[in-house]
């Protein structure tokens, strides 16, 4: 057991670190970097000596080679295989132990999913649903091994009878329908931000609070939700100006609701908990949603500079991680219930 937590502690890692990956690769406009999948060029590996670069340019006379954009695509790739190996070990080892199969499954379909969405990225030449159909589904994969490392851990504590009675929480378990809202409220907050992220959309206002004077009157909820199709390419963006001013704004109003909604969720489990770990988990909950807040507005007044916001899509999914997990916590009431084969022994102590 103990190699297989580390597999997983590993995997949560490598995860992080391709969700970083992917949008530096986006946020440096590298997400055509190679127009080939999964290769670059005709090849494995990014065109970065003089005569790859003739070569890639031989057999792809109309484009512009950038070396620089291909290589962060194929860091993305590679680092992003092997993750596609941790998940497989992940779901051999599971099936291996009899434990945990149901997620370790989930994981291993996920992954082959997000390799089908990161092949038709390039192939539909960023298409904005796709892009973030492969974003949301990098961050369903760090929540599913976060619950996957969280149960290994209930796991071992349920074999404990002191350590068992830690994990209830009566006094938050009246709660958990505002959590679901929260939880609820920051996927939706996240979907809006990758839709601006993939619309071109996250320079378009730079002034407080929502935009510049008299977005009101263009302001329009069609333009929002309407789906770009039949283009050619959509890098760089191909909506009209209204279209992504109102993405933006709409973005900021979903963060200053999430703002809202998530504080007081985190104020009233501040209140009822009592465990200690309970604790820690809202003080840290409460620490990245006010980090994430302050990392949206340098993006706003800094126009995006591409560290901030590659740490603003990384605070997300953090946030989202933590909020999953706290909520999964929730509900373990009666973890002798949770746990069958520890039910006898828990109940005898």
């Not at 003089?50 to 620089?68: G, T």
């Not at 109102?246 to 504080?263: D, F, K």
């Amino acid at each position: 057991m103990k190699i297989f937590s580390a597999l997983v502690n590993f995997t949560l890692v490598l995860t992080l670190a391709v969700i970083a990956l992917g949008a530096y690769t986006r946020l440096t406009d590298a997400g055509l970097g190679c127009p080939d999948w999964p290769g670059c060029y005709g090849k494995f590996h990014a065109p970065v000596l003089d005569h790859h670069i003739a070569d890639a340019q031989e057999k792809y006379p109309h484009l512009e080679v950038d070396p620089y954009k291909a290589r962060n695509e194929m860091l993305h790739r590679y680092i992003a295989g092997v993750l596609g190996l941790a998940v497989l070990a992940i779901f051999i080892a599971s099936h291996w132990l009899k434990r945990y199969r149901i997620l370790a499954s989930s994981l291993l379909l996920l992954v082959i999913f997000q390799a089908a969405l990161g092949m038709w990225t390039v192939t539909l030449n960023l298409l904005p649903l796709i892009v973030l159909a492969h974003l949301l589904g990098g961050f369903t994969l760090l929540c599913l091994l976060a619950l996957l490392r969280a149960e290994i851990s209930w796991e071992a504590q349920s074999s404990s009878a002191v350590a068992a009675k830690t994990l209830a929480e009566p006094a938050l378990a009246k709660w958990i329908g505002f959590g679901v809202v929260s939880l609820l409220v920051v996927i939706a907050q996240i979907a809006l931000g990758g839709w601006t992220s993939t619309n071109y959309a996250a320079a378009v206002c730079n002034q407080l609070p929502f935009c510049e004077p008299g977005w009101q009157e263009r302001f329009s909820f069609a333009q929002v939700f309407h789906l770009p199709l039949g283009h050619e390419t959509y890098e760089y963006g191909v909506l009209p100006y209204e279209a992504r001013m109102s993405i933006h704004v709409l973005h900021r109003i979903g963060a200053i609701v999430t703002l809202l909604v998530l504080g007081s969720f985190l104020c009233v489990c501040w209140r009822n908990a009592q465990t200690r770990v309970m604790q820690r988990l809202v003080l840290a909950m409460g620490f990245l949603l006010l980090l994430q807040i302050t990392l949206g507005l340098i993006n706003i007044v800094a126009l995006v500079p591409l560290w901030n916001a590659v740490a603003h899509n990384l605070v997300a999914a953090n946030l989202l991680m933590l909020l999953l997990v706290f909520l999964r916590q929730m509900v373990l009431r009666n973890p002798e219930k949770v746990y069958g084969h520890n039910q006898k022994y828990i109940a005898e102590c």
